[in-house]
């Protein structure tokens, strides 16, 4: 067990991220091992609604492919993928829309008001939020690269954020679905790190947050001792170029640069699997992910 | 065609409708035909922006019932009732919840938008709006009433109005779905018409406006000339409690005696299959359905 | 009479105006057969009441010729006219102040309040709301323009529009007697349509509506066909110009174009004969008067 | 010439008023030989305005008689009086509004505006301030009162003082005159002390200040030495009743006692012909007129 | 090295404290060691800084007597006591405001400042925040109680709180010195737990924190093992009675039972000894020192 | 005595002086005799408590010198001077901080509480107020100028005048004590004018008011015809540059100019021996004291 000074030593590390970062706007984007292990999910929530006591304004994006998955199942319906990205027909996003919005966002805001915090669900449709426009797969074929119509996957065209602003100058913690609204109210299903890192631009967020399944990333994939800490913007335009990210974390850094490209100050990769790692990034000294900071060279 | 000083006399007879009810909060329970004809939807939704526009305040409570057992259907699920109530295990609930927050909500949401009104979604779980707890359904049994467990089927424990006002305040319509939040975080399926009722109670609503397939109520059901338009709040449980009012009738009936008990001005019930029905029993001198007023002896 | 479905018809109709108009500032320019018939006068004053209830502020000017002169006849007084402008001595003046601002004012805000709106009288002396300075006559003598002192006339020199926001924001509908204070002190009678577009210039307004005695403008005056709906800032400055509009029409559509140019968005020139002519100018499609709208070539 | 040291006393002097009065609200009935003399006129202005720029809130309540009566002998009208009132048909209510709405109050607006303040004209009728009905006189015939019908001479029945409120507030003097609106819209002609009275009741007001022709009240008509600097209002009341208040000061004692009945702190009869005799009643130790007070046995 | 995982677990650990704290005022009596040790000085400062970020709004009332003493000893005045309480002339007093209005006061608010929060230095006279009267010792003298004038020390008959509320609504930390201003302007030196308790039930304070050099209440002097971590309001005032507090500790638990009599919520003797008292009383589970509750029997 | 007409001059000669300043903010340097004869004393501050209840928001900066002389005797410690400025060791800026901010300050807060307005004390480490740096004095050596380190006196670096607005906003009259706080949390005492230069001109005072004892500015020192009641920023700058202004007067004239350079409107030098020469400085057409003001060639 602690010593008392022990635990007075931990508060005062957190006295200068406090002051800093107290009246300041985060997105968190949930998703992963972290919303599915109950462990993990209690540990969130709590570093969410710690983040709103002390003074943060959180703003909750989430994900939710795995259940998706299994809705479909439940209808007898195989999923096909192009470019890694499901072909999604009006069946398959009215599914995904169901499940997003009617299962885990109402489990998250469930888990948040229990919490002792006051959350409210969104998705892109709620006062227009998120519009969006289909998406086109790109897709590899004989040398060249081919646009495909994939469905119901969208881009996010426009944020309009006034409702969030709205709940969070009411001390509500916004939830939001990635279901964005198309011109003519159909429904589209966005990645939701996309989705995190266009509200983190719109809000001009002091921070993303990008809960995960790895530690972060790693300057040589194979050597564990090459973790990096700091990432610059430039660095990271670079090290995607270059291929040097690879597979799931791709979107993941894209939509750090994205974020900082909007406005947002700074943007974090962080394992969702080790308990209470936001607040570790946010309130002491070392951090534990790798941060994506603007500027470089 | 109409001439031009006909459109002028329609405008006129609006004034001291407009006069009475601008800034007031208007619970419009949504359901029914009205939710499945394109037609009567489109002429819902309009009726609803139009009243915005001009400055009443809408809150919508919308339900659900048929799509939750299409969706039950698709799973392989049979329902069983009693006592008019669906028996609901966790399975059903869920796929309820879904549908109603998932999918009517988001719809309702959308078709509101593309009016250019601001609609957000919200359900009982957002903010705590609607604490529930299990209803019990009662069953008569050899000449006694009994008390029967149906699962997830819930009564209105609290209303936490202030996410509604917060909505209100900055313009948006709220566009609620009938569940509620149990204290162990559970979900629980509440009947809509209750659901309004206590809505337009804690809100002290100006109306309650409750859309059915039936144009209103008969003193006589056989005698279309013994047609109600008002009703007084006492007549009205004299006529439930002597069985002059039946079946589908009845939680209506009951929901607009709840409403005016809590402090609701007035509640209606109003024909959801005639065009524009909502805009009729407002603004016009003579209104359509049945209105149900404080007082009687 | 009309049948339910034709009285949501014209409802509908109204959707989109109200949407349109809602929050947005009216300057309505009363005079003519509008303020002497009784009918006309109440088909007016509701038309300010309903356009006050659905949310658009209204601001009243209005005029009064035939009573000045009505005064002057019982005072003995002759009055003398130079290029259609009264000539305006002291006791003139002191007898068109008397009764534009302490018969015709007060009349107009009565017939307001007892429509249930609430109207204040005000006139140019009111916290200086308009400040003038003498306007001198233009007479062709022997083929060339000469300025006659005509007395106490006024021009428009500055306005000083805080008191109308003042009773805007507080719910007021502010009516408004043309009579300028100078410099000394002295009053001056001005042309209630310019004061009226002053005003709507200085209000930034969305409307300027002048309630004359003529059904619009025709583009041929012995054409009854040659009607114009709308017209544009440029077409009514050459038509000005070119000696095609006449008479009592050209300070009307003068006042307009300085509406524009000084930043009102429409102004329109309506029938105050036909009754409801405001309503139905803003609330149909077809609308009834003839509408000057910036731009043009 | 005074020393820089007197200057400067009579500053001191002032000091503990102004911290008393700072933000409070006084109303003045200004009427009689300081609406006519120009030298004494212009010193009430000043002394209004200069009460404004220290930080009280004035309301100005003034009179007419003399102008009514030259505007009707003007129509070659002559006036009849039962018991001091004029006889007022609808022609001449009509003289008195012109005279009292059109010139008189527009001119004290004019005056106000130009030393510096803002002031803003108001009769009964703006925003419903006054509503009246109308006044029966008291006539001694043959040993009994009866009340006659002497046309439109008016009681305040109620005052809405929202208007009053909204233009202090917004730092403008209201300017009132005594005309109020009946229930049907007609227009009757109220006297400007019971106006003030009432006014200064509604408001709370701190002071009721009333200019008169007259020193202030003596005990004893015929002797100097008898003046009353401050009277208790049971004493007023008891002056009255014996008698020993006459003529014209009787309605200005009455509205003294109507005012401090209603709600007003203190009322004070002034003479109107001394310069400055507000400023001097209100910041010096001695002041000048009769005020009275609560209280008294 | 503490690990993550243990970090993580003292932030949780805050987490219901936060929760419950967050907007609430804690009056904090800053005095003895903890304002002498340069490493205790700093641990105290630390922890309001902290307690300020979090969102609690601290308030901070200081002692000096040591530095009174010190001061007096350059001016080669020696200090008498009757019973416990110095003996103040005019030169005493004055010495007294010197050190803790212009040395202690200043120093305190400078190294909060230098913290990152905005502190603002306060005495009793600023705002006439503590109105104070001449206290009178009490002296056994032959087995009787007499009352003996020991000069300017004080009691508080009155605070007046608006400038705390002012500074707390703006941001700032007051810092509170404990001189009292008298009826004629004179000074006064009040004990600052005194101060620190009618501040607290001023304010209405969630918590009155009373640093002292000892680690609490012990039931039995002697015995380590009889430490009283909560005491009720009743024990408190019984032991006072019963002599089982001695000595410095009684006017400390005076003023606990002062503070919560007034109005504070809770009272906490803390050992400013303990680096982060503070901090660890508020912030963990066990605490660390005799807390104070209303109620007890 | 004054007659009533002589008062009433008075005060109507203020009336533009009260319409141009009130809301004005103006900083008054008080100083000299004036704070050590107790008539001028109580005259002050009776002019800053008229001025306040008048609606000017005056903010005070008081000196010092011969309280800090007289207690650094007290210690038994001489002080010695470099170019008019003491050499200030730590023990001479602690004496000086506790005479100023513990002793002058709450005296003059305290003085002006009892005549009824709300002072608060503040000094240059509330809040950050003044940030101060190291003054190297100037001495002129062998036709060298040479920068002599005399200890803690210092500069104004910045000034932080969110505080002074707060306390403005909320009513109360802010009095500072010219100690300043350096970058490492140490006290330096600053010249009082020019803290009061460098506080107008952060304000953007209306005023600055620089009492001394003299009766201003001579063109000509031995000619009492010489008088200058007006001097223009240029020819300020020119009679310094010139050597016509000497000794004491050389800081006065400078801190004028620093203030209207800094944006501070107009700068007075005042004889603080005269009573009330505050009031009769801002409120007569003649005023008494030199007044700087903007421009000149």
Redesign the interface.
């Known amino acids: 067990m602690?010593s008392?000074?022990?635990?007075?030593?931990?508060?005062?590390?957190?006295?200068?991220y406090?002051?800093k970062f107290?009246g300041k706007t985060a997105v968190i984007k949930y998703g992963g091992n972290a919303m599915i292990n109950n462990d993990f999910k209690r540990s969130v929530i709590?570093d969410i609604?710690?983040m709103k006591?002390?003074?943060i304004r959180p703003v909750v994006v989430h994900g939710g492919g795995p259940e998706i998955t299994a809705l479909l199942k439940?209808?007898g319906k195989e999923s096909t993928f192009v470019s890694g990205l499901r072909v999604t027909d009006a069946e398959t996003v009215?599914a995904a829309?169901?499940?997003?919005?009617?299962?885990i966002?109402?489990e998250i805001?469930?888990?948040i008001?229990?919490q002792?915090a006051?959350?409210?669900?969104?998705?892109g449709?709620?006062?227009?939020l998120l519009v969006a426009a289909k998406h086109l797969a790109q897709v590899h074929e004989e040398g060249l690269i081919k646009s495909v119509d994939i469905g119901f996957v969208g881009d996010v065209v426009k944020v309009n954020p006034?409702?969030i602003w709205?709940?969070l100058d009411?001390g509500?913690i916004p939830v939001i679905a990635p279901?964005g609204?198309g011109a003519d109210?159909e429904?589209y299903n966005i990645n939701a790190d996309y989705v995190a890192a266009e509200i983190a631009a719109a809000l001009q967020a002091e921070k993303l947050l990008l809960l995960t399944d790895v530690e972060g990333i790693y300057r040589d994939c194979g050597d564990k001792d090459s973790f990096i800490s700091t990432l610059s913007f430039t660095e990271a335009q670079r090290m995607i170029k270059d291929g040097r990210i690879e597979g799931g974390m791709v979107p993941k850094v894209e939509a750090c640069i994205r974020a900082l490209a909007g406005g947002a100050v700074k943007a974090h990769i962080i394992d969702g699997r080790?308990?209470?790692s936001l607040?570790?990034e946010i309130?002491?000294d070392s951090g534990?992910g790798t941060e994506v900071v603007k500027g470089g060279q």
Chains 1, 2, 3, 4, 5, 6 share one sequence.
Do not use: C, W
Request: net charge neutral; hydrophobic share 50%; no cysteine.
């Open positions: 602690l008392m000074q022990e635990k007075a030593a931990v508060m005062i590390e957190m006295l200068p406090i002051q107290v709590q609604v710690l006591f002390i003074g439940q209808f009215a829309e169901m499940v997003l919005v009617g299962k966002n109402t805001v469930s888990l008001n229990r002792g006051k959350a409210v669900g969104l998705n449709k709620d006062a227009n006034d409702i709205t709940l009411q509500y279901i609204g109210g429904s080790q308990p209470h607040l570790l309130f002491t534990i």
